[in-house]
């Protein structure tokens, strides 16, 4: 008689958002399954479903749904992808969702992940920029052991992975703002760096309100009584809380220091407007000397005292050039020039 854990179901090729379905018993790969028979496999005891979906159509999660029973509500959120990070308890089940972040051409992207939880069951489903978590299937598989704690292990897992996948986005703006704080204080400072400034200050509050929910999440996991969850997994999730108040203070040392080379790249701009200011109000005041002698001179009268002076003419222009070196020491010296 065979094995039945031998017999492998081929999972149909190329489905549109099916990254992933396999059964795991013992902490080990059984075999890969097809929706269809998700269900039958998550109800044998020992086994545990893990399905990976990505951006799937409302036709695909009808057939998850009919799998496992998953509320109605909870696949209406999973198929919107605009939900704030939360945890949500339908019967024995879990709806756990989270926001994921990635750098893409030097802007931080957000995507979701949204988790239903079961007894036997983990089916996970990503939107918008995130990262594959075949890495994280890979690293439960090598780790048969804690895998075999099933489904509460996965959970930590792939939160676990979200919540790390933080520090790659924050280590990369960290090192820009190094950049940028070296050249806060030239005297050539472009205007596109305030700009950048800006931006960068906005998507670390955007990724701050997509990780700090996460420490809410956890903390209900960490609670006794929440289905799926064993007393023995409760410590993780209160690891995976720790990384996450990492996380914010990063978030908050990071945007404070933002907001200090904002407010510089301000003081440094409007100093400068303020130099040229005091310059061009010099150059105009020595420029004014000049403009005034001649234009007394330029008027039509016969009694000026120089005027029918033998040595006037060489007198006034004597008189400017001093008039106006003198100015323009005077205002070297105030550092106007």
Sequence with gaps: MANPLKLVSAQPKGMPGVVASAVYAGGRRVLEIPIEEAGEWSRKPGH????GLH????????????EFGLH???IEDALKAHQRPKIEQYGDALFVVARTAQMVEGRIAFGETHLFVGRGYVVSVRHGASTTYTPVRERCEA????LS???D????????FIVDNYMPVIETIQEEVEEIEDSILTANQPQNQIVRLYQLRRDLLRLRNAAVPLVEVCRRLEQPGMPGVDAAMQPLFRDVSDHIRRVQEEIESLREVLAFAFESSLMTGQSQQNEITRKLAAWAAILAVPTAVAGIYGMNFDVLPELHWKYGYPFVLTIIVLTCTWLYWRFRRKQWL
């Design 143 to 146: 780790a048969p052991k804690a």
């Design 55 to 66: 951006e799937p159509g409302l036709d695909l999660l009808r057939r998850v749904q009919a």
């Design 153 to 160: 292990f996965i959970l930590y897992a792939i939160l676990d």
């Design 149 to 151: 704690e099933g489904e």
């Design 48 to 51: 545990v479903v893990w399905i």
């Design 72 to 74: 109605e509500l909870a």
